[in-house]
């Protein structure tokens, strides 16, 4: 029988309850609203580059402040793909990847030689030069006003809403995952997380360190432009704007709520912070509706929300939304195969 | 020629001369023990054979390949392993895990074929667990096959690190302290282990050790260091009349 660490799914419950999970996915967008759906395609999205970065920094221990700049790399590559080349998305899609994991691969070059807050600070450098580009460079990425994207299609049906969208964005999110998954269990992805523990104990059982960091930012930041060209295909319109170094930021409070190094974790990490502002929107959008003299003061309370919610789940679960969702006691009822 | 060579190593750091010149070798299936002081330069000496520290002159061979200027990972992938004195485990993963990984250098799955799993991915994967269910079960490690290693005693913390150098099939086991706080079963029991693979697997071995008992006993010759310079080296007879040797020990109690 195959070890646990080694199975795809934890429980024999994993594989019946991810296809169920996917059906109930799959039958949202008959009936959720138009506002609702936009969010579930974001959830998705944000799922897709979680999932990347927590490749990179969950499982291989290098920190990175570059996903916002990988995302936009992915979206420029898409606009500049399917609106200038006019590729059809299934090419589009993987080729963004591609280029932005070529760009996560240079700007991982200083991980050879910088760890922790040093390599962020690096990988800073690079959003930084990124968003220059972006903004500078008009002919190709039409400076701050931005560039148009077309919809995505498909033997002529347009998936021109998020409708549509979404029954692309979720057998790619689920592929993607389960790709990461396989990775964790075999040899590339165990040299990943051998980095991260204990690096000289690593180089010296036969990892090529180098190599495999390298990797790592390869991977990772394919996960990352496949989110940056989704995110381009739904938002039909980028401009350096859609990549403000808080969304690095947000990504790596998914993958630390949700739990470091793990697949489920970069789910939960990226549904709670995307829904987290919604929620708090709605919240306070109905509190203004009430006491319209607040509307301010609900605005600003939003943030402080936001973070105190983030801390808290941090100070009670530190370990990550996926940990307690394993040690849950539900969770334990279902038999272990 | 001798299985693993060690010509006039020097090392240092800043002003201290961890190794002067050391020379040393050790013979196929030979089991050698390396002892000093504390701070004679014993691990610097592994690290210097594994890579981790290159040293200011001299060089290192194995089976008569010039390994001084090697990356570790290449000379891990020519058959070197080690262990160290103060634990380099993966302690983010179960302890068949931490064995897996010692298989990297036989294993040669991508990131594709790991990733799309179906195919060349899993037979390989198939093929290694077989391998190393072997060394857990040499090793007695079986029920604690899925537990996560930083929960384990410090003992069989050990007992895992040596799993995990046995897992890459190595021609030269380097051994830094393998029997470091442990009780005197425990001792008794991974010295079987470690004659057994010495004998059986017919591994080269070089083990630093601090148990006088242990290495007399254990050890077909013994090597020893003093302030990064080697004073003495011959059958454990030998060393025990040396009159260098016990001046140097009887110097360090002194301390
Ligand atoms: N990375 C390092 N930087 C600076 N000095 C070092 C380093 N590693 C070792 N040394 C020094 O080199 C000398 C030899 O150390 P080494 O660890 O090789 O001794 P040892 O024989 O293994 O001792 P012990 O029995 O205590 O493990 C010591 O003086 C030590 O302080
Ligand atoms: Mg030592």
Redesign the pocket.
Known sequence: MTPPSLRLFRTRAGLPALMAFCLALCSLPAFASSYWLDVLCRIGIATIGAMGLNILTGSTGQISLGNAAFLAVGAYATAALAGRFELPFVVVIPLSGAIAAVTGMLFGIPSLRLRGLYLAMATLAAHFIVIFIAVHWESVTGGVNGLAVPAPSLFGIELDDDRRLFLLILPLAVLLLLFARNLARTRPGRAFIAIRDQDIAAEVIGIDVFRYKLISFAVSSFYVGVAGSLLAYQARLISPENFPITLAIDYLAMIIVGGLGSVLGSVLGATFITVLPEALRVGSGSLSGRYPAMVELFASLKMGVFGLTIILSLAFQPQGMAARWHSSKIWRKVPAS | MARLEVSAVSLR?GG?N?LREVSFSVADGELVALI?P???????LLNCISGVCRPQSGKVLIDGEDFTSLRPHQRARRGLARTF?NLGLFKGMTVLENLLVGRHTHQKSSVLAGGLWFGRGRREEQGQLEAVLAIIEFLELGDLRDRLVGTLAYGLQKRVELGRALSLEPRVLLLDEPMAGMNSGEKDQLARLIIEVNERRRTTIAMIEHDMGMVMNLSHRICV?DFGAKIADGTPEEIRNHPGVQAAYLGQKAH
């Open positions: 750091f201290v961890a000093g504390n701070g004679a330069g014993k691990t610097s004195q260091l």
